[in-house]
């Protein structure tokens, strides 16, 4: 019978032990403890959690929030000071980049010592060599010492070897940070297809974004302890608004919860495009960035796309306020619209705006058939700027009716009855 959770976490917290100066450390050993030098920090505290299998689970949080430390402690890389995990099935862990592998040995071998180190005998990993080589794509590279290799190439060799695997449970972290567009594409195909087969995924990102569409759940990590668990969307907003009372310099960083476009990795001649985006009055050519509540706009967006069956493509784009909030977003893929042309004018219309007074950022993005991966950016030329006529507050005019009935109160009623 499958297990009823793939990983249960309760009352985990990780102590490191801190040092003012590296002399402290040395002086402490050489005392053998008796002179104490350190404090005890606490990168973990008090975290629970259960995880049922096919679910994805995502941690947020600043820099130092204990994210990898968590991950590390449940990937079994470092031990827990403080509470239980329990992980049922097998695991594959992406974390440092490079850690694992013997910087001498060439990829090949760094396949089998990697594997066996998972508990896969020789004959194992020699039976999905190819697969995993195939899939790394490192070419000449794979008969070379890994200390030859870029982060990049690094990664695809873990991510390669992760895959070849086939755990119950695949903990990544940050691994979208690195690698080329093409090979990250790769990658969140593949963790996409894990969580249809019904393994489980913990993944640590600084994209909100990407946790977003990635998981099911997520937690908000602040200083070492859950701040919030729950649903991926609702954490990662609270997540933005804790940020945005708390960080000053987000201020002026409005699009920074879309992620980095990357570009590199295809041929640029086979890259999708978007060749050019413009606002106009609803039916209209009349292009326009300042429309009243009310109004009917219109969104242009002239894309190209040479290989629309081996590169599938949709767009998204929404109207960022100047605090970072995405008052509305808007994609192909939330709409089930497929692009199958290979180059053309998609249009958005919007009637009737519901937008209240401010000035917004709208980027365009191509994304990937499923909205994770980003090909690329545009911004309109101009911002846009809403009016409000009324004096109505808010972000949004929300529908709504006012009615006089009479009705006893509550508790009159209360009173007649008794
Ligand atoms: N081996 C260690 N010894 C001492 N302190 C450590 C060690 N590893 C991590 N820490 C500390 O624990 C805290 C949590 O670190 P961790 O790497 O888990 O944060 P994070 O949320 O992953 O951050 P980032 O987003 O920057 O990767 C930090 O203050 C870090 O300095």
Redo the contacts with the bound molecule.
């Keep these: 019978m499958a297990p009823k959770y793939s990983i249960e976490v309760e009352g985990l917290g990780k102590a ?3 040092y003012k100066r590296p002399l402290d450390r040395v002086l402490e050993s050489l005392t053998l403890g008796k002179w104490k030098r350190h404090r005890e ?1 606490w ?2 505290k008090n975290v629970d959690f259960k995880l049922k299998p096919g679910s994805s689970l995502g ?1 947020v ?12 402690v449940l990937a079994g890389i ?1 031990p827990p000071t403080q509470g239980h995990y329990r992980i049922n099935g097998s695991v594959a862990s992406l974390l440092e980049l490079g850690a694992g592998f013997h910087l001498d040995f060439t990829g090949r071998m760094n396949i089998v010592s990697n594997g066996v180190m998972m508990g896969f005998s020789r004959r194992e990993m020699d039976r999905r060599m190819d697969e995993i080589i195939e899939f790394a794509e490192l070419g000449e590279y794979i008969d070379q010492p890994v200390r030859t290799y870029s982060s990049g190439m690094g990664l695809r060799l873990a991510f390669a070897i992760a895959c070849a695997v086939d755990p119950d449970v695949l903990i990544v ?2 691994v979208f940070a690195v690698g080329d567009m093409y090979f990250q594409k790769k990658c969140v195909d593949k963790i996409y297809s894990f969580k249809q087969r019904g393994k489980t995924i913990l993944f ?1 990102s ?1 994209s909100l974004y990407d946790i977003r569409q990635l998981c099911d759940d997520a937690i908000w ?1 602040r200083d ?1 302890i859950p701040a919030a668990i729950g649903d991926s969307v609702f954490v990662t907003n609270e997540y933005t608004a804790f940020q945005r009372d708390h960080i000053a310099d987000a201020q002026g960083d409005i699009t920074s919860e879309v992620p980095m476009v990357v570009r590199s990795g295809l041929d640029p001649s086979m890259m999708p495009r978007i060749l050019d985006a413009r606002l106009y009055r609803l039916g209209t050519d009349e292009e326009c960035y300042q429309f009243t509540t009310g109004d009917d706009l219109e969104l242009r967006i002239w894309w190209r796309n040479p290989d629309p069956d081996q590169t599938p493509v949709s767009v998204g784009t929404a109207f960022f306020r100047q605090d970072m909030t995405i008052t509305a977003g808007m994609g192909t893929h939330f709409s089930n619209f497929p692009l199958k042309e290979r180059e053309g004018c998609l249009v958005l219309r919007i009637p009737d705006i519901q937008m209240l007074s401010g000035q917004y950022v709208v980027p365009v993005i191509l994304f990937d058939e499923g909205g994770v991966h980003r090909y690329e950016e545009f911004a309109l030329s101009d911002h846009v700027v809403v009016r409000t006529e009324t004096r109505e507050v808010g972000m949004f005019r929300m529908q709504h009716e006012w009615e006089v009935v009479q009705r006893p109160t509550p508790s009159q009623s209360l009173t007649e009855e008794s």
């Design positions: 490191f032990r801190a920090f990168a973990l941690l949080g600043a820099n130092g929030a204990g994210k990898s430390t968590l991950l590390k470092t972290d940050e640590c600084h990590m070492g």
